[in-house]
């Protein structure tokens, strides 16, 4: 048997025994192997061609082994030699540039229509971009909404935020959030917010990560029929991450804004043309799921549930905002 086949027999057979992990670098480069153990703040990781590595938790991620048809594995040995030499340079010494991680980001696109007895039109597009760095996680969204009903617009919505956390400690983080909206059939011209405030990990494990906090926002709302200015908003979060698998994720946020000031909104009778003032109560909830799976290193689809309620909105039936959506995503 040539040296070839034989190099390509005995990767597919350690590959085999190992259990079903792959270390993912913090510049991007991944080593399939077992895991050994956690200990220290420290990963142990054996490869088949590298041997046993000792990896910091801040510099590289245990995840599970995308289920790669084995067809794929079969390439030239001089050209994995390549991409594990690579890994190796990557792992000696470790340098600032391993603890910091590129920008990576998701473009996400859905659509749907329907004509019969009720004509339907609905599309979504929204932009994802993330990056970490030492003790920093900053994470940018974006996303347009709009739909129509009858060739009645149903949906107009615009909105983006950027988060910001550093952690303070193993499991306590500080963060800001900054976000902006506007909802042309909630009539909400402009509504900015800044919220600042701390959070706990509950969940910090290999497929589960979980965290709860509270902080304080300032909002500034200029609606139709509702008083024009800034408020302050007491708001409790929480977001939670499941890993099914090395392809299905599981991702769940809530927010709950409220403040013990209200908003007067203005209601005018056309018959009398009399002005009534109602002082609503000032809160909000969001929540917000997704399944993400992957179709391919690059591809994604994503379902999505997504709920909204702002009682301060004039509009009754604008103040509730209720979505299932899906949309195929491309990574970069």
Same mark, same amino acid.
């Given at each position: 048997? /040539?040296?070839?086949?034989?190099?390509?027999?005995? @990767?597919?057979?350690?590959?085999?025994?190992?259990?079903?992990?792959?270390?993912?670098?913090?510049?991007?480069?991944?080593?399939?192997?077992?895991?050994?153990?956690?200990?220290? &703040?420290?990963?142990?990781?054996?490869? $088949?061609?590298?041997?046993?590595?000792?990896?910091?938790?801040?510099?590289?991620?245990?995840?599970?082994?995308?289920?790669?048809?084995?067809? /794929?594995?079969?390439?030239?040995?001089?050209?994995?030699?390549?991409?594990?030499?690579?890994?190796?340079?990557?792992?000696?010494?470790?340098?600032?540039?391993? $603890?910091?991680?590129?920008?990576?980001?998701?473009?996400?696109?859905?659509?749907?229509?329907?004509? #019969?007895?009720?004509?339907?039109?609905?599309? @979504?597009?929204?932009?994802?971009?993330?990056?970490?760095?030492?003790? !920093?996680?900053?994470?940018?969204?974006?996303? %347009?909404? +709009?739909?129509?009903?009858?060739?009645?617009?149903?949906?107009?919505?615009?909105?983006?935020?950027?988060?910001?956390?550093?952690?303070?400690?193993?499991?306590?983080?500080?963060?800001?959030?900054? /976000?902006?909206? /506007?909802? *042309?059939?909630?009539?909400?011209?402009?509504?900015?917010?800044?919220?600042?405030?701390?959070?706990?990990?509950?969940?910090? #494990?290999?497929? *589960?990560?979980?965290?709860? &906090?509270?902080?304080?926002?300032?909002?500034?709302?200029?609606?139709? &029929?509702?008083?024009?200015?800034?408020? %302050?908003?007491?708001?409790?979060?929480?977001?939670? @991450?499941?890993?099914?698998?090395?392809?299905?994720?599981?991702?769940? !946020?809530?927010?709950?804004?409220?403040?013990?000031? &209200?908003?007067?909104?203005?209601?005018?009778?056309?018959?009398?043309?009399?002005?009534?003032?109602? *002082?609503?109560?000032?809160?909000?909830?969001?929540?917000?799921?997704?399944?993400?799976?992957?179709?391919?290193?690059?591809?994604?689809?994503?379902?999505?549930?997504? +709920?909204? +309620?702002?009682?301060?909105?004039?509009?009754?039936?604008?103040?509730?905002?209720?979505?299932?959506?899906?949309?195929?995503?491309?990574?970069?």
């Amino acid at each position: 048997m /040539s040296y070839r086949y034989l190099y390509i027999f005995c @990767t597919l057979c350690l590959s085999a025994l190992l259990p079903a992990a792959e270390l993912q670098l913090s510049n991007g480069d991944r080593i399939t192997g077992e895991l050994i153990r956690r200990e220290d &703040g420290k990963i142990y990781f054996r490869s $088949a061609i590298l041997g046993e590595l000792v990896i910091a938790e801040t510099d590289a991620v245990v995840m599970d082994t995308p289920e790669t048809p084995v067809e /794929s594995l079969a390439g030239l040995p001089p050209e994995i030699e390549q991409v594990q030499l690579r890994d190796a340079e990557s792992l000696r010494p470790p340098s600032k540039k391993a $603890a910091t991680r590129p920008w990576k980001g998701k473009l996400e696109f859905g659509f749907q229509n329907q004509a #019969g007895r009720k004509s339907t039109l609905n599309y @979504t597009a929204r932009a994802e971009m993330e990056r970490s760095s030492q003790r !920093n996680q900053y994470r940018l969204n974006a996303r %347009y909404l +709009y739909g129509e009903s009858s060739q009645v617009v149903s949906s107009d919505r615009r909105d983006a935020s950027f988060r910001w956390r550093h952690e303070i400690s193993e499991r306590i983080f500080g963060q800001t959030l900054t /976000s902006y909206s /506007s909802d *042309q059939v909630s009539d909400i011209n402009l509504n900015a917010e800044q919220n600042a405030g701390f959070g706990y990990k509950v969940l910090q #494990g290999e497929r *589960q990560t979980g965290s709860v &906090g509270a902080g304080l926002t300032v909002q500034y709302r200029d609606a139709e &029929g509702v008083e024009k200015g800034t408020a %302050y908003l007491g708001e409790v979060f929480q977001d939670y @991450t499941y890993k099914l698998n090395g392809r299905l994720t599981f991702l769940q !946020n809530i927010n709950v804004l409220y403040s013990p000031d &209200g908003r007067s909104r203005a209601l005018t009778s056309g018959a009398s043309s009399a002005l009534f003032v109602d *002082q609503a109560e000032n809160y909000k909830v969001r929540f917000n799921s997704s399944l993400q799976g992957k179709l391919s290193e690059r591809i994604s689809l994503n379902l999505r549930y997504e +709920y909204e +309620y702002d009682n301060a909105i004039l509009d009754r039936n604008g103040r509730t905002d209720r979505r299932v959506t899906s949309s195929l995503g491309y990574s970069f």
